[in-house]
């Protein structure tokens, strides 16, 4: 995959380009960001913290995989999105992969978001290994919603309660996908 530059709107140049393994500390930080600011993930704070592989080995085996895949988004050369897509492991589910995609807390509302969705399915596009593309996203998250079905992405099925938060609170995660 090739870099990719995008003038923002607030004037600021966005490059968009494959994770590497020099970016591991930046995209930690970024992660835990994402984690603390955004209403919308699963995964909370302390079990990223716990978590067995570091960054850097996960980038590794990502850039390793012929059908996975991470990308970066930066401005100035910091870290301000990603975006990862994990393949099904069982060779009948190998066609599929799941999206997984965050923006540093200052710089949403941007059109980066859609700018690493662009990017991402050109390139699953041309891999011959994906056929289908997945993601799951909070019912509530309306504006990320809305840009999916923009690029094409169709409501596949809803899972009713399937995160509970601390507070007690349920909420309802909407499957997504794509072919491509």
Not at 39 to 60: C, G, L, M, Y
């Amino acid at each position: 995959m090739k870099s990719q530059e995008f003038k923002l709107n607030n004037g600021e140049v966005l490059e968009i380009r494959l994770g590497k393994e020099s970016d591991a500390a930046q995209l930690t930080t970024l992660v835990e960001n994402i984690l603390v600011s955004s209403p919308f993930v699963v995964t909370t704070p302390a079990e990223f913290a716990q978590r067995k592989e570091s960054s850097k080995e996960r980038i590794r085996k990502l850039n390793q995989h012929p059908s996975e895949i991470i990308i970066v988004a930066s401005i100035h050369q910091r870290l301000v999105g990603n975006l990862d897509f994990i393949c099904g492991k069982r060779q009948r589910l190998a066609h599929t992969g799941e999206i997984g995609m965050g923006l540093h807390e200052n710089y949403r509302g941007l059109g980066i978001g859609q700018r690493l969705l662009k990017v991402f399915l050109d390139w699953a596009k041309q891999n011959s290994n994906i056929k289908k593309v997945k993601l799951g996203v909070f019912e509530e998250n309306q504006i990320a919603v809305h840009i999916y079905k923009k690029f094409g992405f169709r409501e596949e099925g809803r899972k009713i309660n399937e995160i509970r938060k601390a507070d007690g609170t349920y909420h309802t995660v909407l499957e997504m996908y794509q072919m491509v």
